[in-house]
């Protein structure tokens, strides 16, 4: 067993996509930076291409793609001194009953870590108890922390697990505007697209049209159409309407000035002026930064959309004001309730959490992992979701499911990532044109 004093912890990190790996990952450093960290990713619709991995940046000692029955079948408790769970929450809910299982009569097993990729704004009940058996909860700022405290003394819960910390992400140069020399050179509008907000081909159409616009009047304005996943590729959200396609089909096409790319966000936000979204978490990481931003109102203020998480931001802005020049000015409360040290040290942002993992880490003893959900408080909830990762309702692998073979070798073969992207396409083709066309007959 690693000693629980050792000042180079090692880490394992499980992920189910490329913004998972890169919370997880990166929440694992800013705990502490002196580790060694092995990442496992998800097998499943979302797990990251080589590509997204490159692109996220987030490094580790050794990186596998891996089954979640395998996971929990294969985890060595002696190896680890803290296991990070960044995954969707039923996904966590399965990792935490079958590790529970799996670990029910050690004496000593690693801190078991989990959280939130980014803003809340969606079905808070429902993955925070998702969530709940692990020892540390974090919370990316105080006023999630206070809601999620909210939600597990309304259940009866032990609440004593979420830490308030911030998203790991967070950072970059600081925004200077203006310089000696005026402006900077072309003025940079960024949009971060969203993969699933919103939904429907009419809004996503607008959003890209109003940009385009947005070039055409201020021809001395660059506008960047920031996407966060190439054709073909899965992210977190599932995107039935690419915004590759949509560009595909503007009439008259993308002017000079206004562009599709990629690449990492943090590289896009050093040369941004003005950063514009419906709700992307890309927003507080230009918040962080003082780069202004525009949380977009044009389809309203809705919590399907997520801007609402915004209220009192004093971002909430039009492309009509956007286009007249109207640059938000930030609410500095709001700011620090959720988690932007624009002005303060963010490092110390994680003091709590590296106190708390440190603790657990070096205790003699922890509690057996008991989730809120169990066969007899959930039972036609809880043994769907565990089946979904070869568990049995009590967190025991399913005797066919895992005695399938698990692949071994590296992260992607050439010839198995070709098979997969393959059938990445066809279930995309599936998403984007077979279910909407059946949601539309069933309209008729």
Not at 113 to 142: F, I
Not at 146 to 151: C, G, K, N, S, T
Not at 229 to 249: F, M, N, R
Request: charged share 25%; net charge positive; with cysteine.
């Amino acid at each position: 067993m690693p000693s629980r004093t050792s000042s180079s912890p090692r880490v394992a990190v499980l992920a189910d996509s490329d913004t998972r790996w890169k919370w997880g990952a990166l929440t694992a450093y800013r705990i502490q930076s002196d580790i060694r960290l092995d990442g496992y990713l998800l097998r499943g619709r979302a797990t990251p291409t080589v590509r997204q991995l490159d692109e996220v940046g987030a490094r580790a000692d050794s990186l596998r793609e891996i089954r979640g029955v395998d996971f929990v079948r294969s985890i060595d408790r002696t190896r680890y001194d803290v296991v990070v769970l960044a995954c969707v929450g039923g996904a966590v809910q399965a990792m935490l009953h079958g590790l529970a299982r799996a670990w029910q009569r050690a004496e000593r097993r690693p801190v078991v870590v989990t959280g939130y990729v980014g803003v809340v704004y969606e079905k808070l009940a429902d993955g925070l108890l998702l969530r709940h058996g692990a020892d540390v909860v974090l919370a990316n700022s105080r006023h999630d922390a206070d809601r999620f405290r909210e939600v597990y003394r309304g259940v009866g819960a032990d609440g004593g697990s979420v830490v308030e910390c911030a998203l790991p992400f967070l950072g970059g140069a600081r925004y200077r505007g203006e310089s000696a020399t005026g402006a900077r050179d072309p003025y940079t509008v960024v949009f971060a697209a969203q993969p699933s907000v919103p939904e429907s081909r009419a809004d996503r159409s607008y959003l890209l049209r109003r940009a385009v616009e947005h070039a055409r009047r201020h021809p001395d304005r660059e506008v960047l159409i920031k996407l966060r996943s190439k054709p073909g590729e899965h992210t977190t959200h599932i995107e039935e309407l690419p915004y590759q396609k949509l560009a595909g089909k503007a009439a008259g096409g993308l002017p000079a000035n206004c562009r599709l790319v990629y690449g990492n966000m943090g590289e896009v936000l050093d040369r941004t002026d003005l950063m514009v979204t419906v709700s992307s978490t890309a927003a507080l990481e230009s918040l962080h930064r003082g780069i202004p931003t525009a949380v977009l109102t044009d389809l309203g203020i809705r919590e399907v959309l997520g801007n609402h998480h915004f209220l009192g931001s004093g971002c909430l802005a039009s492309w009509d004001e956007l286009d007249a020049g109207h640059r938000p000015e930030p609410d500095a409360h709001w700011l620090a309730r959720q988690g932007v040290a624009a002005d303060g040290d963010y490092e110390r942002a994680f003091d709590a959490a590296r106190a708390r993992v440190t603790e657990l880490r070096t205790a003699d003893r922890l509690p057996p992992i008991t989730p809120y959900y169990t066969p007899r408080t959930a039972p036609g909830y809880l043994p769907g979701l565990l089946a979904r990762h070869g568990l049995d309702p009590h967190g025991e692998p399913v005797a066919g499911y895992a005695d399938a073979p698990e692949e071994t070798g590296g992260l992607r073969r050439v010839a198995r990532e070709t098979v997969r992207e393959a059938a990445r396409g066809a279930y995309r083709h599936g998403v984007q044109r077979v279910a909407p066309a059946i949601r539309r007959w069933g309209q008729l």
